[in-house]
């Protein structure tokens, strides 16, 4: 008599579908197996968060956002007694704004605000503040839309000229802060110049000085004090007087600017009245 070999289970009960499936869920298996063998700590490290902190800090040389993330992460969560993980922690954030995207960028101001809060008297703190307002820096926008995260960002700049006055980023984050400034202060001219096209004289009167009152040095002032005097001349009370100085004042503090021409003639023309 010749004896068959008893069929599999699965054969037995008709589940042929069972047999690509367990194939699958066995390839996750080996594959997982392999990843976590790549990225196994050798047995001998001495200094396991050192060797993990190395290695995210190469990760983000090499901009491999996810992989620099996932090792300052074991420092931050394995090691709470380690020196280096306030660096770690710095290095999380860093990644996330490397990676950039909104969300990232949401993030990464987390990451450096929870930092200040934990570890207020490092010595990177002052890096942890600039690289707070950075995180809103990079999500400011046009000068014709929103300007919540450019506000942000300036307050947090403030933050660290008040907090850090003797740091050496100072040069670095003042630049940064005069960007946001003026992008803010463009924002306000486009307001005051559409009441200008418009004639709406008395409400760009109040725009332009108040973009002088509160940003004294924004960079593109010389059209502010142009339209500012040409308001003040084309208004219905006509205070010429008032004009003047502002065309001055343009004339001395922009010798190249575009309005320079115009202002000249504007002012002479006002002297001879």
């Known amino acids: 008599m010749t004896y068959l070999p008893t069929p599999l289970p699965w054969l037995r009960q008709g589940r042929l579908n069972a ?3 367990l194939l699958v869920l066995a390839i996750a298996v080996l594959t997982a197996a392999c990843g976590a063998s790549r990225n196994a700590m050798p047995v ?3 200094n396991p968060d050192r060797f993990l902190y190395e290695r995210g800090t190469a990760a983000l040389k090499e901009r491999k956002w996810l992989d620099a993330r996932e090792y300052f992460r074991q420092v931050v969560d394995n090691y709470p ?4 993980r306030p660096d770690a922690k710095l290095g999380i954030g860093e990644s996330y704004l490397g ?3 909104a969300e990232n960028l949401v993030l990464a ?10 570890y207020p008297l490092n010595l990177r703190a002052d890096y942890a503040q600039y690289q707070l307002a950075m995180s809103h820096f990079m999500q400011m926008r046009a000068p014709d839309r929103d300007q919540t995260e450019t506000k942000d960002a300036i307050a947090e700049f403030n933050a660290f000229f008040q907090r850090f006055p003797q740091s050496p980023l100072v040069p670095e984050v003042r630049l940064k802060w ?3 400034r003026d992008r803010l202060s463009e924002a306000s001219f486009r307001v005051g110049y559409h009441y200008f096209r418009i004639r709406w004289y008395p409400g760009a009167i109040d ?3 108040e973009i002088l009152k509160e940003d004294p040095e924004f960079s593109g002032r010389d059209r502010v004090y142009f339209h500012l005097a040409e308001s003040l001349v084309r208004a219905d009370n ?4 008032e004009a003047v100085p502002y065309f001055q004042r343009l004339l001395d503090e922009f010798k190249t600017s575009e309005y320079v021409e115009e202002a000249q003639a504007r002012l002479e023309t006002l002297k001879n009245q």
Do not use: M
Request: glycine letters at 4%; hydrophobic letters at 35%.
């Open 99 to 101: 990676e950039k995207g």
């Open 178 to 180: 005069r960007e946001a």
């Open 109 to 118: 101001a987390n990451e450096f605000r929870e930092f200040l809060t934990f």
């Open 81 to 84: 007694q380690s020196p280096l």
């Open 238 to 241: 006509k205070n010429t007087a």
């Open 207 to 209: 725009r332009f000085r």
């Open 44 to 46: 001998d490290t001495a």
């Open 19 to 21: 047999v690509p499936t």
